[in-house]
């Protein structure tokens, strides 16, 4: 361990959505701020593997439905008047519509579609209806087979009616991990990655925060460790939560622009299936559900891909197995104390644990507001910069530029017209602005540029990629990795093999 | 934007269009452009650093480079526009092509004739299904290839091999030179899945284990692959999991197949064969639309590349043919079906009045093989599903199918049906 210490006000432990937008938020002010994250990158954990859905409108009552276990009548268990957790979550998806202009990111609002299969689904869906009207949630209309076959042709005939909810929206979740986190940076604060929090010390007026990557001397902590929240409050005697979850299995299938809208079935208890269409010709189908064994369970397995794909021919019979392009697996995550809320709390003076319970992308900023604010009730003193850049920068999507746009950028600068991944039509130069603005590892390359995202899954590109990222860097292609950590890509220089062997016979 | 009017356009110059270009320079055609991703010609052949090419085309055994640098040679002495650095990023119905590359920017061609030549992709892991983490050290034989023989780096030092497809083979025995220890080679089916020759030349030779009728049932490792579960399989391919052991390595290879690389054709609208991939097309090689025309591996995956450079040198002719309004067409074509023991069989249809090339690929492996087309015969000591076999109806055998506008082609066993008799 190393004996360098860092001198920080605030540390926010967890470079997951949630600690990248705190941290974003701290940078508004006059105060020196850090983030710690343990992985290659922002955004590796839990963020990486979720699905992307900025819940709107309709969506509280799905999830509402879902979750019903019974306990009172099933109308007046809708009706109820949204909570905090539901309220941050439509203020977080707020927010990501004006920050995608000032980040740089990317959000589509595909819409979504709610199928009915029999009359049974039909009186859920008027219901629904009903309950979205009385909660004021607009953007809801009731639609008939023709409604349904003109939003989605490709869906299966079966389906005789929906209900279509204009209000939700998807994003790459990683990328925008990053893009905050990078934000934060360019303003000032500090992310150290590959750092991993081993133990707390609470001293007079401070805590001592020891990493693998040197100690943190930190004024206040805010814990967003996401999954091992639970962990590092133990580190300060304040666990009386574990952060347990489902764990939930997805697949990604090429999207030969067969789905347009974010599709699921009439909401039943303990059920979900959706169909989300993203914003690279994509589809993601989400989720199996099945319990966390344990917090690196980051397998799939046959029976969950097997029963993924089975949900095809019932929904979307155009869509092959042959588009299948990954599979992977995610967390929804709650916290024990109040597994339905998110846990954001003061357990010590200059402690915050900031847990929180699936679904977390959506209000990420409107909890990184709230976790400064109860920052200030702790005693932070808050002063605007006048000298805050909310604008972060980041290589235009060249192929999505108008012609005479990627034109003047390929006379300034000629790397842009040399494209480097062919599925998602990637340029070189991309690839060399998302290692400037601070990306270090493949998979952060992948989630910022989308090099490797597409069906080839970066068989074509990856060689080229290694090397355009050593050039900028300026290190050897074996010593740059997946994601940090062991995950090294090359192992070293053809004819290398045994040489340490060969030294030792020669001595 | 800058636009490009050219008699003809070829996508891709690796071998098919390399010979692409060359046949149609031989046929007279002036106006022809070359249209390449990459940073030189040639495709993947530079990353093929084994011999064994050429043994049909030029009689000699070259390596993958050497016959390259041939067609490259050959093409430096002609017209022949190469753009490199060069991507297509759309292709349109009425044949007009987008691309990109740094000297021009975004650029247009309006082409009068086109020769798709995109090549093949190899699958993925997520193509084969196979569940369990994803770390670091998974990769395509293909990519494996390029790190280590054009890049200079290896992947890893202890590898397991899914597939026994000729890349995954070569590439056992290039890292077993490399001193790297391969553990086995794994492939579902009873029989390897490329060239017999591979499998004496590049495993047996070596001693490298090659475990038939299993398959890796999980992947293992957080941040880098650690091991690889195996399992033995049933006749429907289905793994044993009583059979599953565990074997270690850093580096997992697939070598699963590849999938002619068909995006920009879809794109246009061109029909493609469900099965194999690639456009339907008839003995010109022509598309279902006129005036484009597909060679190589867009259209099937050929097991040598000198099969590959004959598919292109028809191309190049044919195209020159339509470009000068000679290429002709009978009002009634000839629907060309595989029947007894074919997997694959290519043309799709016969349109025109000459005799007509058909190369097919069997679906069992057979010895004394007879194959048949009404009363054409043609025998063979053997047939495998792993080489393509290719024959040549002369227009007097066709003549009897014109009629019925159907031809079916079979793949007999000779003993049997003389046994019966």
Known sequence: MSGKV???????????????????????????????????????GVTKVCQGLLHGGIAHLTSRTVKYHGDIPFKDHLLRPFGLKEKLQNRGRDEFFSLAHVLNEEIIQPGRLVLAENKEDMEMIDLIKGVADALEIRGISVLDRKGVEALEPDVHPKFIGGLFDANESVVLPMSWAIAFAENAEQNGARIYKETEVKGIEEKKGYYLIKTNNGSFKAEYVVNAAGLYADEIAKMVDTADFEVSGWKAQLLVMENRDQVHHVLCATPRPQ????????????????HTFEPMTYKEDKNTTREGVEQLLSWLPEYLPSVSEKQLISSFSGFLTFNTKDPNDHLLEAPKRGFINAVVSAPGLG????????????????????????????????????????????????????????????????SEQEIREAVRGGARTLDEIK??????????????????????????????????????????????????????SLDRAAI | ???????????????????????????????????????????????????????????????????????????????????LNTMVTHFYPDRSIVAINPEWGEFKVLPRSVVLAMGC?????????????????????????????????LPGEAFVILGSGDIGMIMARRLTLEGAQVKAV???????????????????????PLLLEHTVTEIYGNDRVEGVKIARVDKEGNPDMKSERI???????????????????????????????????????????????????????????????????????????????????????????????????????????????????????????????????????????????????????????????????????????????
């Open chain 1, 447 to 500: 989630f910022k540029t989308l090099a490797g995202f597409g069906r080839c899954q970066g068989g074509f590109c990856t060689s080229r990629v290694l090397k355009i990222m050593a050039e900028e860097l300026n290190v050897s292609p074996p010593e740059i990795t997946k994601r940090g950590r062991g995950s090294y890509i090359l192992k070293g220089k053809t004819k290398s093999l045994g040489e340490e």
């Open chain 2, 121 to 153: 992709r190899e699958k993925t892991r997520f193509a084969t299904g196979i569940p369990g983490s994803r770390p670091a050290g998974i990769f395509t034989a293909g990519l494996a290839q390029k790190l280590v023989n054009v890049d200079g780096y």
């Open chain 2, 186 to 208: 794994v492939e579902i089916m009873p029989h390897v899945g490329g060239l017999i020759r591979n499998e004496v030349q590049c495993l047996h030779d070596f001693e490298i």
């Open chain 2, 247 to 421: 074997m270690s390595c850093d580096c997992l290879l697939l070598s699963v197949g590849l999938i002619p690389e068909n995006e920009l054709s879809v794109e246009a609208g061109i029909k493609l064969d469900p099965q194999i991939g690639g456009p339907i097309i008839d003995e010109f090689l022509q598309t279902s639309f006129d005036g484009v025309f597909a060679a190589g591996n867009v259209v099937q995956v050929w097991d040598l590349v000198d099969n590959v450079t004959l598919d292109g040198e028809k191309t190049g002719t044919s195209a020159a043919k339509y470009v000068a309004g000679d290429l002709k067409k009978q009002p009634k074509e000839i629907r060309v079906l595989p029947g007894e023991n074919i997997r694959t069989v290519t043309p799709h249809r016969i349109v025109g009045m000459d005799k007509a090339e058909i190369a097919l690929r069997v679906q069992e492996p057979m010895y004394k093989a007879e194959v048949r087309v009404g009363d054409y015969r043609k025998k063979y000591r053997v047939v495998s599903p792993t080489e393509v076999v290719k024959i040549s109806l002369e227009s007097s055998d066709l003549e009897a199918f014109r009629e019925a506008g159907e031809l079916t082609v079979s793949c007999y066993q000779r003993g049997k049906e003389e046994e019966d008799a």
């Open chain 1, 6 to 44: 860092n001198e920080t006000q605030v540390a926010v432990i967890g470079g997951g959505i949630t600690g990248a937008a705190i941290v974003r938020e701290l940078s508004k002010f006059k105060l020196n701020a850090c983030l710690i994250e343990k992985e290659g990158g922002c955004g590796f």
């Open chain 1, 363 to 426: 209000p990420a900023p409107a909890i990184a507001r709230e976790i400064v604010r109860m920052l200030a009730d702790q005693g932070l003193e808050l002063t605007t910069r006048s000298d805050f850049n909310p604008y972060r920068y980041k290589a235009p999507r060249f192929v999505d530029l108008p012609e005479w746009e990627k034109n003047a950028l390929i006379q300034a600068e000629p790397r842009y017209g040399h494209m480097v991944c062919r599925c998602q039509k990637v």
């Open chain 2, 1 to 83: 934007m800058i636009t490009k009017e050219v008699d003809l356009a070829i996508i891709g110059a690796g071998p098919a269009g390399m010979a692409a270009a060359m046949s149609a320079v031989e046929a007279g055609l002036e106006n022809i452009m070359l249209l390449e991703r990459a940073e030189y010609p040639g495709g993947l052949l530079h990353q093929c650093i084994h011999n064994g090419f050429g043994l049909h085309y030029f009689g000699e055994d070259l390596t993958g480079p050497e016959y390259a640098e041939r067609f490259i040679n050959q093409l430096a002495s002609t017209d022949v526009q190469l753009c």
């Open chain 1, 271 to 286: 059920r979900g299936r959706l169909f989300i269409p993203t914003a690279h010709n994509s589809l993601i189908v989400a």
